[in-house]
């Protein structure tokens, strides 16, 4: 299993990591958000963007609720 670190300002991707119980040090430039994981696994992300990730459609609300708070903050 290969780990990886991550960085992205892509909001979906962000809650859907969030969802997974990652968490993240966010950065801001300007009115960007840029978020950075540590040991992901590069499994989780290829789900993403391959489609074939599952969720709880509840709690990936919450974790964009969770998300936003953290960018309006």
Known sequence: M???EYETKDFPLV????Y???SS???KEG???YFKFSDLKQEDIDSYWNGT???EPKQFFFAMNTVKS???S
Do not use: E
């Not at 809650?15 to 969030?18: A, I, Y």
């Open 53 to 55: 990730a599952l969720i």
């Open 31 to 33: 009115t960007v958000c």
């Open 70 to 72: 953290r960018v309006h």
């Open 25 to 27: 040090t966010m950065r």
């Open 15 to 18: 809650s859907f990591l969030t």
């Open 2 to 4: 290969k780990y990886m």
């Open 20 to 22: 997974l119980g990652y």
